[in-house]
Structures are given as C-alpha cells and as structure tokens.
C-alpha cells in the first residue's frame, strides 16, 4: 500500500489476508509468504474495512466514497458496489451463513444487504 492500512481480515482457511488501506484499494496478501497476490481497485476514496465471506469466495470492502463493494476473491472482479448510505462507510460483515453483509455508518446507520 502507499498509505496508511486501515483494515486487515484472514480468509477463513488462514491462507491470504485482505487489507484496506487510505490508498482506494484493497490487496490480498499470501499469508505465508506475504506476497501481494491482487490489488483491488474500484473505491474512490479511503477504504476502511474489510471482510471476507465465511467460505473465503468473496470480500467485502466499506469506504469513505459511501459504498461497500463485493469482490470475487479468486479473481478479484468487483460483482457488486452497493449504495445507500449518505456518509462514509466504517465497518462491514458477513453473516456466518455468507448471505447477507451488514454495513456501518458515519450517517448513524446500520444496513443489511443481500450478499
């Protein structure tokens, strides 16, 4: 990253770390080697969570651009850039079951999405 991380998150087999970063992107990083494997690119400004799904194929990413994107793991494609909140986005989570994200906000909210 260029700038400050802002967030880290192991996928759940331990083997990469996602990461967000002041930096608009997301990485993901062997974690045995601490190789970058993928940068992902999309958000317009900070990123400031990150998550990955409870099966590792997907992460989920919050930013100061008011969205949370959705990201293939394997491939890094953004599937989905969810829109709704009206200020920056400061956390984001999957549901242990992977069907739906839950975002927090700096507009006093908390949304539910389909994942």
Do not use: N, Q, Y
């Not at 080697?33 to 690119?41: I, K, P, S, Y």
């Amino acid at each position: 990253h260029s700038e400050t991380v802002t967030s880290v998150a192991f996928s759940p087999d331990g083997a990469r770390i996602a990461s967000g970063s002041r930096d608009k992107t997301v990485r993901v990083w062997d974690a045995a080697t601490g190789e970058c494997v993928a940068t992902l690119e999309g958000h317009s400004d900070k990123v400031s969570s990150v998550a990955f799904s409870p099966d590792g194929a997907r992460i989920a990413s919050g930013a100061w651009d008011m969205t949370v994107r959705v990201w293939d793991a394997a491939t890094g494609e953004c599937v989905a850039t969810l829109e709704g909140h009206s200020d920056v986005v400061r956390s984001v989570a999957f549901s242990m079951d992977g069907a739906r994200i839950a975002s927090g906000s700096r507009d006093k909210t908390v949304r539910v999405w389909d994942a």
